[in-house]
């Protein structure tokens, strides 16, 4: 293609739970048009949860054709680069497509064969110690036993689709699959390729996969990509991906990163313990360690970060802004008696319903546990609840209850990561949909006794990622220079007067936990 100076363009791709979000940015950030298109997930008995890859390209295509037409802007195009989930699977046959649905970040089915690839004595925490040891010492952490990563997907399949395991060419994350679909070419992002856990990573400069972990795992090396940078140029689309995308050909693909590490970029928090808060589907607490450690205790390790030569940490939260896409369900259901869609602006009433209760919604607690526990427990069993209802309570306590809930949430993460890194993070950049809601941005900045800032333009984060992703890649930018161009739209400081109050809340909403897991636990075993 050529340094050609009027392709000035990124073509960045949000690919998350609920849809594809494309943007067309400048090569520092800054948005010049967005569409979205939303994907099916379908929730299966057992634990799974499935979509199908076939709608994502449906929906890339889509989006990116809308907004090429809107802006005018094809022809400045100089790179694409995805963001995309961590952690969601795709069996890829030697054809190059998928053989069959992805298993996304929320399946868990996997969990059986991760506790049998893991166990071993003596145990700890489940986990035998012989085990144990060389997962932590090569790649920082290892397998959840919730069944949610990379692996335990692999493994689901293995046991469960034999059949579709054998005639499997690759597995991929599903960027890389998406990548693969534009270039025609297999690669795996160093750093998205970590929840596999079979990647050596104690030389961040040269991560590199390890034979005894792939056996420990119980996979076959030659159904692994080969390993790539995130500033890597994968290579350019296809004549195919470039007419369906309705883009000139020569376009460049930058490999990339997944949604955690794509975010911290857009976030603006690139520097050494900067950290950002995400509140979508799923909320994590991150930032980047210039340090490898290990709390196997809660889950937190250090792991590849986009960023070449650094590691981040992050405890992330399974339900976050996907409460309220719960009480959207539950308030105004879709069925054949019902059968319009809820209103358009059904997240603003809820907003507005939320501002009608104080702090601390009259007493009511909610626990948003609505898909099990990733961190800073890894348990898939606990189940969310609305707590201390009295008939003196109305929506608008159940609605705030529900912000406060995953705030709580989100301080109980909060407690972990900063004993991680060793210092108090004074300030979060707060990103995702959630981060919309100036209500709720106030409501992170009591209940965790920080200062948020309100990261600009905050859905789009991550595809504001991508792009300053792709221009490092090119050379246009430094990530040095990500915090002097992402933009603060608003800061939120604690109110004092409100401490003690979200005090005693967040050891209520311990207990809660401390009290009801064993129950949470013979409730929802497989078989009861």
């Known amino acids: 293609m050529g340094e050609d100076s009027s392709r000035d363009l990124v073509l960045a791709v949000d690919h998350g739970t609920s849809g594809i979000k494309t943007s067309i940015m400048t090569m520092r950030g800054e948005s010049q048009g967005f569409d979205f298109e939303p994907t099916p997930l379908h929730l299966l008995p ?5 979509q199908d890859p076939d709608d994502w390209w449906a929906a890339l295509v889509a989006t990116t054709r809308r907004l090429l037409d809107r802006t005018g802007t094809a022809d400045r195009i100089a790179a694409l680069c995805v963001s995309s989930t961590f952690s969601t699977t795709v069996a890829v046959g030697a054809d190059g497509r998928n053989l069959g649905p992805a298993l996304t970040w929320m399946d868990s089915r996997g ?133 369906e995308l309705g883009l000139p050909p020569g376009v460049k693909v930058v490999v990339g990163s997944a949604d955690h590490q794509s975010a911290g970029v857009g976030s603006g928090a690139t520097l050494d313990f900067a950290g950002h808060l995400y509140i979508g589907t799923s909320s994590w607490i991150q930032c980047i360690v210039p340090f490898k450690k290990t709390d196997p205790f809660h889950s937190i390790a250090s792991i590849p970060s986009a960023i070449p030569g650094r590691y981040y940490c992050v405890n992330e939260q399974d339900i976050a802004g996907g409460a309220l896409n719960f009480l959207v369900k539950i308030l105004w259901p879709q069925n054949a008696l019902r059968p319009e869609p809820p209103p ?17 919604a009259h007493g009511v607690i909610f626990t948003p546990w609505l898909n099990g526990e990733r961190t800073p427990v890894d348990d898939p069993y606990l189940r969310a609840g609305f707590h201390n209802l009295s008939l003196g309570n109305d929506a608008p306590d ?26 108090r993070m004074d300030a979060l950049n707060i990103i995702g949909g959630g981060a919309q809601s100036d ?49 603060i739209k608003a800061t939120y400081q604690p109110d004092p007067a409100l401490r003690g109050l979200y005090d005693r809340r967040f050891q209520d909403f311990l207990e809660i936990y401390r009290k009801n897991r064993a129950l949470y636990r013979r409730l929802n075993r497989k078989g009861d």
């Open 344 to 360: 358009p602006d059904a997240f603003s009433r809820l907003d507005a319903a939320a501002a009608a209760s104080p702090p601390g």
């Open 111 to 243: 969990a059986p064969y991760i506790r049998q690839a893991v166990s071993g004595f003596p145990s700890i925490m489940g986990y035998g110690l012989a085990k144990m040891l060389p997962w932590i010492r090569k790649t920082g952490g290892g397998p959840q036993l919730s069944g949610k990563d990379d692996i335990a997907h692999v493994l689901f399949w293995k046991h469960e689709r034999p059949e579709l395991y054998r005639q499997a060419a690759v597995f991929l994350g599903s960027k890389d699959f998406l990548n693969l679909r534009l270039t025609g070419k297999v690669a795996g992002g160093a750093d998205s390729m970590t929840l596999f856990w079979v990647t050596d990573t104690r030389d961040i400069g040269h991560i590199k996969y390890d034979d005894g972990l792939i056996r420990m795992a119980g996979l076959d090396r030659a159904k692994l990509p080969p390993l790539r940078s995130s500033v890597d140029v994968l290579g350019t689309l296809t004549a195919g991906a470039a007419s």
């Open 398 to 423: 159940l609605v705030r209850a529900a912000l406060e809930g995953v705030a709580l949430n989100s301080r109980w993460a909060l407690k972990y990561v900063e004993r991680f890194i060793g210092r």
């Open 46 to 50: 057992n634990g799974g949860a499935e």
């Open 439 to 487: 209500l709720w941005c106030r409501i992170f900045a009591d209940v965790l006794g920080r200062e948020i800032r309100q990261v600009q333009d905050p859905m789009q984060a991550n595809a504001r990622g991508a792009a300053l992703i792709a221009a490092v890649a090119l050379g246009k930018i430094s990530f040095g220079d990500v915090p002097g161009l992402v933009k």
